[in-house]
């Protein structure tokens, strides 16, 4: 007999069914016992006697047979009468390490993750990550219709891409390598190497000393590149595109999950561009709030979308036109004024989750740059090399898959949006 999901349920005369999925609750009443049956796709309410569920116990892994009836009193307006239940997975615990069946938190988010596969057994916690599933699928989409190609680039590398120490080392045959920090390089090179436009989904390493609720050691990064730009308002545009693409992409896909989170996305997003500095002076006037040098702190983040959102009644906003002094080597200076760069990050509800730019594309221009700045020209030959050969104008951005989840479900910690975080603490599970 072939396994029907519960979301495939329906009413169907005497015939039987077959069913898999965990026991997720017991009722055992004096005339009739029910068992809530969870499988990947929905809960069910089964009519069980008290011979049948003698023995079970919360999270046994069954299979059941029986027979799908109409009854409104039950929560989805059908039920199943078993009329077989096997148990295909035994439990061996003495008290389940917190509730499941409810939506009530008892447990803390530090506990949910020691026991991550009991905890995404709870439906909204599951439903996190449908929801990034289809941010993932909704980014493949539009960028391959928009004739974007996926690559796949090394997390192993010789050398950071972003500047600054926060990489992590790997004994690599006894020569020190390290965990990639973005796919930077490797993305602007598939340009020049004829690709033009790329995307990667993949993960980026971090070794930032900061254990907070916006960062991950390890993260998905879902970058794009792309060649022959007028400049980066072509990539702020193509991320607008795609932002309004996902929107109603998952409107279409997770309404369940988004009401469950008490979501509702907006049907369109007009996403203002404001210069950094201008921010800043926004900040000090009607905040007194004063930002650090060529950026803006959390608060100040926080801050400015109370601004951005009463003024211009969105949740994003672009900063643009960061200083080349906050910039890595590879961001490209603006024609009049080298600085500042053709730069943007993008703020969603307070909290950067893109970063990116036009890039330097003249070969003479980056080497250049790169002794400026004191970097060791040799040890990025293989980068260099491709910008020898006809470079084309070209930038791209990075949105953190973690980050955008979170703030889209309003989460309030990363580590919620990753199945398996690594944060500073946490190398299990
Ligand atoms: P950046 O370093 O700003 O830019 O990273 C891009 C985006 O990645 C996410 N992100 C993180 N998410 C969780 N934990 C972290 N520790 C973390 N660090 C970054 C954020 C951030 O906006 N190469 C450039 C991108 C480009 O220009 O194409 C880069 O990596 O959402």
């Not at 039987?16 to 997720?24: A, N, Q």
């Not at 590398?157 to 990639?180: D, I, K, M, Q, W």
Request: proline share 3%.
């Amino acid at each position: 007999m072939k396994r029907i999901y519960i979301k495939d349920l329906a009413v169907n005369g005497e015939e039987t069914v077959l069913l898999k999925g965990w026991v997720h609750k017991i009722r055992d009443l004096s005339h009739v016992s029910f068992i809530l049956l969870r499988d990947k796709s929905g809960i069910i309410q089964l009519v069980c006697t008290k011979e049948q569920i003698k023995g079970l116990r919360l999270e046994n892994a069954i299979e059941v047979k029986g027979v799908v009836h109409a009854n409104e009193k039950a929560p989805k307006g059908i039920e199943v009468e078993v009329t077989a239940i096997e148990v295909a997975g035994k439990v061996f615990y003495d008290k389940l390490p917190f509730e499941i069946q409810s939506y009530k938190e008892k447990a803390t988010l530090e506990t949910q993750l020691d026991y991550r596969t009991i905890s995404l057994r709870i439906p909204k916690k599951k439903a996190i990550f449908r929801v990034q599933n289809e941010i993932e699928t909704a980014f493949r989409a539009f960028f391959k219709s928009n004739y974007f190609e996926e690559i796949h680039t090394p997390k192993i590398t010789h050398s950071g891409t972003e500047g600054g120490s926060e990489v992590f080392t790997v004994n690599y045959f006894n020569r020190r390598a390290f965990l990639s920090q973005s796919p930077q390089f490797w993305k602007q090179m598939m340009v020049g190497a004829g690709f033009e436009r790329v995307f990667e989904v993949g993960y980026a390493y971090r070794a930032e000393l900061h254990n907070t609720w916006r960062h991950l050691n390890e993260y998905v990064s879902l970058d794009v590149e792309m060649g022959f730009i007028k400049d980066e308002t072509d990539l702020m545009n193509i991320e607008e595109k795609f932002l309004n693409y996902l929107y109603k992409y998952l409107k279409e896909t997770c309404s369940e999950e988004l009401r469950l989170f008490n979501v509702e996305l907006p049907d369109e997003l007009k996403i203002p561009r404001i210069p950094l500095a201008e921010a800043q002076e926004i900040l000090l006037k009607e905040f007194n709030k004063k930002s650090p040098v060529g950026n803006i702190d959390n608060e100040g983040e926080a801050l400015f979308h109370k601004y951005i959102k009463e003024k211009y009644n969105t949740d994003f906003v672009f900063l643009t036109e960061y200083p080349s002094a906050k910039r890595p080597m590879y961001a490209m200076e603006c024609e009049d004024n080298a600085e500042i760069t053709n730069s943007f990050d993008l703020i969603f509800k307070g909290v950067e989750i893109t970063t990116g730019g036009q890039r330097i594309h003249d070969y003479e221009v980056l080497k250049a740059k790169m002794e400026r700045l004191g970097i060791k020209v040799e040890d990025f030959d293989f980068y260099l090399d491709t910008f020898k050969y006809g470079m084309p104008p070209h930038g791209g951005f990075a949105i953190g898959l973690e980050r955008i989840t979170m703030q889209i479900l309003n989460l309030g910690n990363i580590r919620e949006a990753a199945l398996f975080p690594r944060d500073m603490k946490r190398l299990t599970p």
